[in-house]
């Protein structure tokens, strides 16, 4: 039986949901496995808490990726357990057809979409989801793996813009259970005779988080574990936010905003050459992002171009993301990139100058 010292009491439930109790209402992402079904029981015994007239409006969202021939019933066990809990409930469901590969990525980024619909139909801002301590460390673990920066080994947030949202439509992604560890959300459920389901993709070594979930236990008998490696994120995310304000500082000296959206974005040289690296790159890679057209600056590629300005004796001109950079005797631009032309065009004029 799982002790007291296991279970999330009561007790836990206002520093939990702190600040939560001001919105009109919030989705909750519930696929029905452990830790999705422990935030919406907390979340319930939460709002049941709370001495408002008109407390927070829950509803739970599951998405049914139509992966797995059990997802349905494991979307209507969900549905049976909220109203139970006085919660309303939602289905959704990924249509279309779905990658042969990069499977998880793309199902994750269907998931977020129609999250984002969802919450948008229901008048609300805020979804919450049920990343745990563990989730950080195998966040920390696979980032490392592929070689991501400071910001990357940052982990998860506690509070994030979720994927695609920005401008005046925002929503926001809460991760009330960061800080906890998946042992409890399971205690927590079989003290409450609270049943769940078990997704076996989630031990599928054909996953890169799968094979990594495997090596946990061998890390942390060797000191590196979840709780170690949350506090390595949290400790990159605060180097993070120490940067960011250097990067800020950094971008009202040299090129004080509003940048114009196709650019010339432009530093003197010297000035340029004079910042930190780590604060040189990523205040290029935001005047690329800014100004070009062919999405997310990729970190390798931005390293490779600050290194050939930073030893280039004279011009240089180069182009990245759909970003001009153009390196002249006394200052540094960065703007849109022309217009490619087309296949067909230049086919066509190949073929004129080989007749």
């Known amino acids: 039986m799982p002790t007291a010292d296991q279970t999330v009491g009561d007790d836990e439930l206002d520093a939990l949901f702190r600040g939560l109790d001001n919105l009109p209402g919030f989705v909750i992402a519930v696929s029905g496995g452990p830790d ?38 494991e979307a209507a066990a969900v549905k049976r357990l909220a109203r139970q809990l006085g919660v309303a409930h939602r289905t959704l469901r990924w249509c279309g057809a779905k990658p042969l590969s990069g499977l998880q990525e793309a199902a994750r980024i269907a ?116 709780q170690g490696l949350a506090r390595l994120a949290a400790r990159m995310r605060r180097a993070e936010a120490a940067l960011e304000f250097a990067v800020g500082a950094a971008r009202a000296a040299l090129a004080p905003p509003p940048w114009p959206s196709r650019g010339p974005i432009v530093f003197e040289r010297a000035g340029f050459a004079a910042l930190p690296p780590e604060v040189a790159l990523r205040l290029l890679g935001g005047a690329i992002a800014h100004t070009g057209d062919e999405g997310p600056v990729e970190l390798g590629k931005l390293e490779a171009l600050y290194e050939a300005l930073r030893q280039a004796p004279g011009r240089l001109r180069r182009t990245l993301a759909g970003a001009v950079v153009t390196l002249g005797d006394d200052r540094l631009a960065v703007e849109r990139a022309p217009a490619r032309r087309s296949a067909a065009m230049r086919q066509s004029r190949k073929a004129r100058f080989t007749k």
């Open 111 to 226: 998931r977020y979409r129609l999250l984002a619909q969802e919450v948008a139909r229901a008048g609300l801002a805020h979804v919450l989801t049920a990343h745990t301590l563990d989730d950080q460390a195998e966040t920390v673990l696979f980032r490392l793996a592929r070689g991501s920066g400071l910001g990357g080994l940052a982990g998860m947030a506690p509070v994030a813009l979720i994927p695609g949202s920005g401008g005046d439509d925002r929503i926001f992604l809460l991760r009330p259970l960061l800080h906890l560890p998946k042992s409890r959300l399971i205690a927590t459920l079989r003290a409450a005779g609270i049943s769940y389901s078990d997704d076996p993709s989630n031990r599928d070594p054909r996953f890169t988080r799968a094979r990594l979930r495997e090596l946990m236990p061998a890390l942390a008998r060797e000191g590196l574990d979840a």
């Open 36 to 73: 999705s079904t422990a935030l919406l029981l907390l979340a319930a015994r939460w709002a049941k808490r709370l001495k408002k007239k008109k407390p927070p409006r829950l509803l739970a969202v599951t998405i049914d990726h139509g992966l797995r021939r059990e997802a349905a019933a």
